[in-house]
T-cell receptor, first 114, second 113 residues
Framework: NAGVTQTPKFRILKIGQSMTLQCTQDMNHNYMYWYRQDPGMGLKLIYYSVGAGITDKGEVPNGYNVSRSTTEDFPLRLELAAPSQTSVYFC?????????????FGDGTRLSIL | GDSVTQMEGPVTLSEEAFLTINCTYTATGYPSLFWYVQYPGEGLQLLLKATKADDKGSNKGFEATYRKETTSFHLEKGSVQVSDSAVYFCALNPTGTASKLTFGTGTRLQVTL
């Protein structure tokens, strides 16, 4: 089972460039999430989705956009990259039942904005 | 709002030592509690969970007990190995929500021979 797959694993961007971080899962999970992980800061939720066609903001959504056209895919878009967006980005998914269901994480995308 | 507080790291132990990583939380109701582990260069993996007061989660020799009276979920292992070196995250999911986790800042564990 592939689980949650993120691409690319590493990327360097220049200030003002755009890019899309890809995330796909093969577990038929309805819920998907995007987090960023900054050193010593834990994980912060950027956006999440409870199903195809439905997305909502998390704790730190500014500067990002998402879409959810299928159950499997949940891409994260950076429109105008800024140095403050240098971070490690994790995608996760979970079943839609009760809150005791764990999240399954991808291996992350390490993004540097220079 | 909901929050999770973990002890500062890094925690450095010799192999076969006893491990405790403290975690306390603030939340209304009865949240579900989780420990996740992150090995170098990888994503987070669920280590164990507990969903109600006095539940004990366990996995791979690690244990944590959901203590409602002290709002704590401390992680313990009786004898650590070098392969346990990783970052450990405590997290909670508030009551009634579908899996929206609040994470602590993580505690790095280094185990030496």
């Amino acid at each position: 089972n592939a689980g949650v797959t993120q691409t690319p694993k590493f990327r360097i961007l220049k200030i003002g460039q755009s890019m899309t971080l890809q995330c796909t899962q093969d577990m038929n999970h309805n819920y998907m999430y995007w987090y960023r992980q900054d050193p010593g800061m834990g994980l912060k939720l950027i956006y999440y989705s409870v199903g195809a066609g439905i997305t909502d903001k998390g704790e730190v959504p500014n500067g990002y956009n998402v879409s959810r056209s299928t159950t499997e895919d949940f891409p994260l878009r950076l429109e105008l990259a800024a140095p403050s967006q240098t971070s490690v980005y994790f995608c996760a998914s979970s079943e839609a039942r009760q809150g005791d269901q764990p999240q399954h994480f991808g291996d992350g995308t390490r993004l540097s904005i220079l | 709002g909901d929050s999770v507080t973990q002890m500062e790291g890094p925690v450095t132990l010799s192999e076969e030592a006893f491990l405790t990583i403290n975690c306390t939380y603030t939340a209304t109701g009865y949240p579900s509690l989780f420990w996740y582990v992150q090995y170098p260069g990888e994503g987070l993996q669920l280590l164990l969970k507990a969903t109600k007061a006095d539940d004990k989660g366990s996995n791979k020799g690690f244990e944590a007990t959901y203590r409602k009276e002290t709002t704590s979920f401390h992680l313990e292992k009786g004898s650590v190995q070098v392969s346990d070196s990783a970052v450990y995250f405590c997290a909670l999911n508030p009551t009634g929500t579908a899996s929206k986790l609040t994470f602590g800042t993580g505690t790095r564990l280094q185990v030496t021979l």
